[in-house]
Every structure is written in structure tokens, then in C-alpha cells.
């Protein structure tokens, strides 16, 4: 697996805090300032971690009022639904290149769904 640069690394973050509940539709980010400090980053680094959100529908910007989580819960979902896609299909291809066979990490997703339902 790639290491991930530290503006990834903190829109994850952001995006975890909203999928466990730290976060919610509407709540006010810090200022770019403060979140760069707060983050120990370069402010250029906090502003590319608020872009990319913007652009994926996370948060909403609004000049001289600051950053919002999006109030679009569909998108906040979708959005977490399409990270997890692209972290379990990385996992998915590590096992792949270290021997897994697809039968074998089927029964694997079989067990743990099975495990869920006991």
C-alpha cells in the first residue's frame, strides 16, 4: 500500500469524524489558520485538504462566513461509502498479489458476514 500525503491522510480524518458522529451536517470548520495549526501543516496544505472536500460535496465554503459540513447527507454517505470501496478494493488486491485466491477470500467475507448475523 501507498502512504498516503498529509492532506489525504487529514481528509479521511474529516471524513471519519463525520461518519462516526464527531462531525454533523452543518457544523463549522476551523479557519484555515487555525486548522493549519492545530494540524502542525503548512496553511497551503490546510487549504488543499478544504478543496478537496469542497470538490467531493463534503463541505460547503462560504466566503467570509467559513467552511460547513455539507448538509447533503446522501452525498456525506456516498462519499463514505465510496472510500470504503476504494480502501476494501486495495485490500482486496494486496491480498491478491500476496497468494489469496478468490475462493479463499470469498469464504473470508463469508465468515465475517456470518459472524455478524450470530
Known sequence: MRK??????????????????????????????KFALENNINPNTAVKV???????????????KGNFISDDIDTLQAVHVADLTAQFTELI????????????????????YHDFES
Open 4 to 33: 498516503l500525503a498529509i492532506y489525504e491522510q487529514l481528509v479521511l480524518a474529516i471524513k471519519a469524524e463525520i461518519a462516526a458522529g464527531i462531525l454533523h451536517a452543518g457544523d463549522k470548520l476551523p479557519s484555515v489558520r
Open 93 to 112: 488486491r494486496e491480498m491478491r498479489d500476496n497468494c489469496v485466491t478468490k475462493e479463499t477470500l470469498l469464504e473470508i467475507i463469508e465468515g465475517v
Open 50 to 64: 478544504y478543496k478537496t472536500l469542497e470538490n467531493e460535496g463534503v463541505i460547503n465554503s462560504i466566503p467570509s
